[in-house]
């Protein structure tokens, strides 16, 4: 029994093997489409820049001290007030006890503006302490403090962009005027002054100016973002758009300026740069570009 059994089990599996049904071919798989930003390459000037902070200040401020020791009788000026040469800033009595003098007045010695008086009426004056500043608030200008390794970059006439809190989205642009000769030894910077370019009625003394100095320009240059930058062994590249597919194109990369890496070969103008959504494509892929413009100039 046992074999007529397995005969007839073996007759069934051979039955089944031999069918004539052919196997359900795989049903194609749809070529996907990845969608990816892009920025066209084209020539145009980087900068390399240093970062600072600086206070704005009257140019040409000039201290006023007394010529007597005395008790300030009275000051008939405000801050800020405008002052001709010869107005009386402050009157001292010189008296002391025992001795009676004539009042003393104290004049400005320049036409400007009023923009420290530390005295009042009732302290003592004396030649060693100033009694005002006098200066004019047309004329301003930044002083900032430069680590000492940009020294070397420096120079008079250098461009420089100044921003301030009270203007957030405004610059104004400005122009190195003079470089101290000296490093601080604690601070390990050299001090700056710049002056604005156009005089300006937004900016005034006593304010804290970001400044921006444009250290070196590399004019005429093509650069992509150095995030899109792929490197394969000895192999540096990016991708490309051509035809609606994504291209591996080698580059020679150069210089990093601000985030951007300049491309001496490789890439030409007009090309189409993939700079977000490259990290999984590979060569010939389908490619929808869903930003593609020109970068803002650096």
């Known amino acids: 029994m046992k074999k007529i059994f ?22 194609p798989k749809e070529k996907t489409v990845s969608s990816v930003m892009a920025e066209t390459a084209e020539e145009q000037t980087l900068y390399e820049t240093c970062s600072a902070n600086g206070n704005i200040r009257v140019a040409g401020s000039i201290e006023v001290f007394p010529v007597l020791t005395g008790r300030v009788v009275s000051s008939p000026v405000k801050m800020g007030q ?7 800033i402050a009157v001292i009595d010189p008296s002391i006890n025992g001795s009676n003098y004539a009042l003393h007045k104290i004049l400005s010695p320049v036409e400007g503006n009023l923009l420290s008086i530390p005295v009042q009426p009732g302290t003592i004056a004396s030649p060693e302490n100033r009694i005002a500043v006098v200066g004019n608030l047309s004329e301003l200008q930044i002083v900032a403090c430069i680590p000492e390794r940009f020294y070397s970059y420096l120079y008079a006439g250098m461009n420089a962009d100044v921003s301030v809190e009270a203007y957030a989205n405004e610059t104004f642009a400005a122009t190195v005027k003079e470089i101290s000769p000296l ?3 604690n601070s ?20 804290f100016a970001d400044i921006t100095l444009y250290l070196k320009s590399y004019p005429g240059v093509l650069s992509v973002p150095s995030g899109c930058i792929s490197v394969r062994g000895s192999e540096t590249f990016v991708y490309t758009v ?5 291209q591996l194109t080698g580059i020679t990369p150069g210089t990093v300026i601000n985030g951007r890496t300049i491309v001496t070969g490789g890439i030409n103008a007009g090309d ?5 959504g490259f990290e999984t494509l590979t060569e010939g892929e ?13």
């Open 272 to 276: 189409l740069v993939i700079t977000e």
């Open 183 to 185: 490093i601080d030894e």
């Open 6 to 27: 397995l005969l007839s089990l073996m007759a069934v599996l051979l039955t089944a093997c031999t069918t004539n049904e052919e196997p359900e071919e795989p049903m």
């Open 286 to 298: 389908k490619v929808n570009v869903i930003a593609d413009g020109k970068k803002d100039k650096l």
């Open 242 to 246: 051509k035809n609606g597919q994504a």
């Open 82 to 88: 405008p002052l001709k040469k010869g107005d009386v």
């Open 188 to 207: 390990r910077t050299t001090e700056i002054i710049l002056t604005l370019n156009q005089k300006n009625t937004k900016l005034c003394a006593g304010m």
